[in-house]
């Protein structure tokens, strides 16, 4: 699986409540199971200096992923997670000095 690192430039402008086109969540550990697993990552909102809503785009089967996860039944390379969890939190990080 071939993986694409983005920069805050290619994040969109996404409203807060657009539940049709795209999934939010504020969990790091599924944000991070969703970038193994090669979905979109659109956007991050801020909330707090540690806490972010990480939006991805709606695709066809990443509710049944976020399930899987739930039921501890996703599997995802060890590395890709550790690696996507170390990225999201150093942008949740970076956040606080490019945007207020």
């Given at each position: 699986m071939?993986?694409?690192t983005q920069t805050a430039e290619d994040f969109e402008d996404v409203p807060p409540n657009d539940y049709k086109n795209f999934y939010y969540c504020?969990?790091?550990e599924i944000a991070a199971t969703l970038v193994s697993k090669g979905f979109q990552l659109a956007?991050?909102?801020?909330?707090?200096e540690t806490k972010a809503t990480f939006i991805f785009r709606k695709?066809?089967?990443i509710e049944a992923v976020v399930d899987a996860f739930w039921?501890?039944?996703v599997e995802v390379y060890?590395?890709?997670f550790a690696n996507a969890r170390k990225n999201l939190k150093s942008r949740i990080y970076a956040m606080r000095y490019f945007r207020r």
């Open positions: 071939m993986h694409t504020s969990d790091i956007s991050i909102n801020k909330i707090s695709e066809t089967n039921s501890n039944k060890p590395l890709d």
